[in-house]
């Protein structure tokens, strides 16, 4: 069967942080346990003790949008919708109000991010460059907005030349900052990524702000390797959260860093109680599904996983069922979620969304190891992030090269590389491509690195780990490795 996915190309701090608030975070964690242009727009327009958490108090339901919109905050979906109705009749009334349309634009990002469905990014492509036309590029709002736009889209020159523009038109104004820091990210310069998070930190931003600029340092310390900090700062976030949405989303991002340590009731608890918050969390319910997988609960995954895809039919979520059906050797099951996978992807790129990452990474295992290589060699050229490197990598060792596969392998899990993220994938991708190479004890080691950061990081890699390692056998007498190893 040729799984090939038949889409177009679609290509286009010094030390650790201090530690603090560990009262604040055991109980919550207690607590869990239990004119022309307008025209041309509008036409297109569609277990420890059991504390209380004494939480700040919710925004109500008209302030809960607009506030997402400019701090970068989750809203509640119907919150969401209705502020964009609001935002559509006000434009349709003010065609020459631009930062009206750069409200709407950004709610457009905004609400397209939380459900999934990328045929929002295009209105709020319209509807920012309407901004932009009426009053310009010194439009901090609009840039704002194009740059988070960017970032939705996988585009992270784009994202990272609108947060400049921004940034240098009002470099007080924090807003600027955090899609800098992902857009850095994504282009893999993690020097410059922190030292944005440095300079966010030190403008120290309001309430409303503040639970958005921490998860922000979480996902910089989660690439440093500093998962402990990680966690601190996120649960930080939902504990000065505003609103159950917002809660929600940080607490998603403790349950989906728990996943990726191995730490799987307390994986299942975060994202349980943040799909209780907020049933439109995105990336509760495909958690939950990954763990109960992962703990052998499989018809449970399985429902679970049917369940949040027939809501959002995430590409990536239905490259993670179609492994887990593979792994049981349901292939016809598997092929079907292929099938779907190869259908939401022609319509992420349709609306702008950079898909060949995922694209490699299904044709690398699943389809044409060489044309997964063509398509990340390009993503590499176009922004070389840990992703990429990794993937690359990967698709490289699939297509029988493996002296340039370890290349990018080691870029993707050396500090020195920049790549500090402790991943399991990554550490195993190097393990097996190093095996492959006869560098029998540095693969040994990656292969256990691998099962120790995650055991149960994929239902096919985390088995194919442990038959990797035990065909390796006992560590033989060798000498002690050499730093290049």
């Not at 703990?295 to 996983?305: F, H, I, N, S, V």
């Not at 039919?313 to 887990?324: H, M, R, S």
């Not at 699943?366 to 993937?391: I, N, S, Y």
Request: proline share 7%.
């Amino acid at each position: 069967m040729d799984n090939r996915l038949c889409v177009p190309d679609t290509s286009r701090a010094a030390g650790p942080p201090r530690r603090s608030r560990r009262l604040l975070r055991r109980a919550l964690a207690a607590a869990l346990a239990g004119g022309a242009v307008a025209g041309a727009v509008l036409m297109a327009l569609p277990q420890e003790r059991r504390q209380q958490v004494v939480r700040p108090p919710a925004a109500g339901p008209e302030a809960q949008a607009p506030a997402a919109v400019t701090a970068g905050a989750p809203a509640a979906l119907p919150a969401l919708t209705a502020y964009i109705g609001r935002q559509e009749r006000r434009v349709r009334a003010q065609p020459h109000n631009a930062r009206a349309w750069a409200a709407l634009g950004s709610a457009y990002v905004e609400r397209g991010r939380r459900t999934g469905d990328a045929a929002d990014y295009p209105r709020a492509d319209r509807a920012l460059r309407a901004s932009l036309e009426v009053r310009g590029t010194r439009n901090t709002e609009a840039l704002d907005g194009l740059a988070a736009l960017a970032l939705a889209r996988r585009d992270f020159p784009a994202a990272k030349r609108y947060g400049e523009q921004a940034l240098k038109a009002a470099p007080e104004r924090w807003s600027a900052y955090p899609p800098l820091i992902d857009a850095y990210t994504g282009l893999g310069d993690h020097e410059k990524a922190r030292s944005t998070l440095d300079k966010l930190l030190e403008l120290r931003a309001g309430a409303v702000a503040r639970p958005a600029v921490m998860a922000r340092a979480a996902a910089v310390y989660r690439d440093r390797g500093w998962r402990e900090d990680a966690v601190a700062q996120l649960t930080d976030a939902a504990a000065a959260a505003r609103t159950p949405a917002e809660q929600a989303a940080w607490l998603a991002g403790v349950g989906q860093l728990a996943f990726e340590r191995g730490d799987l009731p307390d994986a299942l608890r975060h994202f349980e109680a943040a799909a209780r918050l907020d049933p439109d969390e995105r990336t509760a319910p495909v958690g939950r599904a990954r763990t109960l997988a992962a703990l052998g609960r499989t018809a449970q995954a399985l429902a679970a996983y049917r369940s949040a895809l027939a809501r959002r039919p995430d590409p990536a979520d239905l490259l993670e069922l179609g492994e887990l059906y593979e792994s049981l050797g349901r292939h016809g099951q598997a092929a079907e979620q292929y099938a779907r996978l190869e259908a939401a992807v022609g319509r992420a790129a349709a609306a702008g969304v950079d898909m060949e990452l995922l694209i490699g990474r299904f044709e690398a295992d699943h389809g044409d190891p060489r044309d997964a290589v063509r398509r990340l060699r390009e993503e590499w050229r176009r922004q070389p992030g840990t992703e990429v490197a990794d993937a690359l990598g990967w698709a490289l060792h699939r297509a029988g090269e493996d002296e340039e596969a370890l290349a990018y392998a080691s870029a993707a899990t050396d500090k020195e590389k920049g790549g500090g993220v402790r991943s399991a994938p990554y550490a195993y991708h190097r393990g097996v491509i190093e095996a492959e190479l006869g560098r029998y004890g540095p693969a040994r080691r990656h292969l256990q690195e691998a099962l120790r950061i995650n055991p149960y990081f994929s239902p096919l890699g985390a088995p194919a780990a442990r038959r990797t390692l035990a065909a390796l056998g006992d560590v033989p007498d060798e000498p002690p490795p050499s730093d290049d190893s």
